[in-house]
């Protein structure tokens, strides 16, 4: 079966840097033309740095070392009307949309975290999903796939605490609505030929789990924790030996399902977390 993407436009989001531009780039090199579409720019809640216009711009020159097209746009998606006028103008230039991957995400972990993080990563990791699938479905006809970037978080029991902060809730809780939206949304998609499908990966290296506040929830003993003595505690999270799976990790994940290798396929929820879910017995399995 065909998993070359010949042809076809990918809509990405969260694509200046991290997972986002690893599936960009890696759907380019199998024939795709890009959507990039990122933020670049700094949520106040988010107690990390975020993508910047260089970054959205590095995506772009190395879609463009492909010899593919791309077009890249800032855009917020909690704002539809930017999200909007980004998808309609770069969608009436290509002509087609193909694919849309779903994966701008954030993660603010820390006790200092005020309580509307919660609330704001919410809008960001699930309105922001429902607003790229809305805007992008009027574009899409039979054939065409989506892929929700989840998290292992999904399947697992909240993880919320006074230590973790509420953006740990806001996050479970974002992670397990898109699953769910995920199933729901491919079984009223199913008829038009549409396939809608989710990946929850296991912890991935990216800027998202590098950075001080993680390092000092993981290691509270420690007055300034590097990665060196956190590394055991992420690869205790999962059951394979790894610390950090690789954005590309991923993308392979992404690529079968967004290929015609995949064409009846649809409402799955595809975990590639390292065994990090091995103790969660699946539905109708007796413990």
């Known amino acids: 079966m065909n998993t070359r993407l010949d042809g076809k436009v990918a809509l990405v989001t ?38 910047t216009p260089d970054d959205l711009q590095q995506t772009a020159t190395m879609v463009d070392a492909t010899g593919r097209r791309v077009i890249a746009r800032i855009a917020d998606v909690r704002s539809r009307d930017a999200l909007q006028a980004a998808i309609d103008d770069a969608v009436a230039q290509f002509g087609r949309l193909d694919i849309v991957v779903a994966n701008a995400g954030i993660s603010p972990l820390g006790p200092e975290s005020p ?27 039979a ?13 697992m029991p909240s993880f919320e605490s006074a230590q ?9 809780h974002s992670k397990r609505a898109v699953a769910r939206l995920v199933n729901d949304l491919a079984r009223h998609l199913a008829p038009k030929g549409i396939r809608v499908n989710a ?12 950075h001080d506040e993680i390092y000092r929830l993981f290691r509270p003993d420690l007055e300034k924790p590097d990665y060196d003595d956190v590394k055991h505690v992420f ?9 950090l799976l690789a954005p590309e990790d991923v993308t392979e994940a992404v690529l079968y399902l967004v290929s015609d290798a995949a064409r009846y396929v649809t ?8 065994g990090a879910l091995l103790n969660s017995v699946p539905p109708g399995v007796p413990d």
Request: glycine content about 14%; charged content about 10%.
């Open 14 to 51: 969260g694509a200046a840097r991290g997972q986002g531009r690893s599936h960009a780039v890696r759907m380019a090199e199998l024939g795709a033309d890009i959507i990039a579409i990122d933020i670049c720019d700094q949520i106040t809640t988010v107690n990390y740095a975020m993508g």
């Open 115 to 141: 309580s509307v993080t919660w609330l704001n990563t919410v809008s960001v990791n699930l309105g922001g999903v429902i607003n790229t699938l809305e805007l992008s479905l009027p574009h899409l006809e």
């Open 143 to 155: 054939g065409a796939s989506i892929v929700c970037i989840g998290s292992m978080a999904a399947f």
């Open 164 to 172: 973790a902060g509420p953006g740990a809730g806001g996050y479970g």
């Open 199 to 210: 990946i929850h990966p296991g912890n991935v290296d990216t800027a998202m789990v590098h």
């Open 235 to 243: 690869a205790s999270l999962h059951a394979m030996p790894v610390d």
């Open 267 to 274: 409402g799955q929820q595809l975990r590639v977390e390292a």
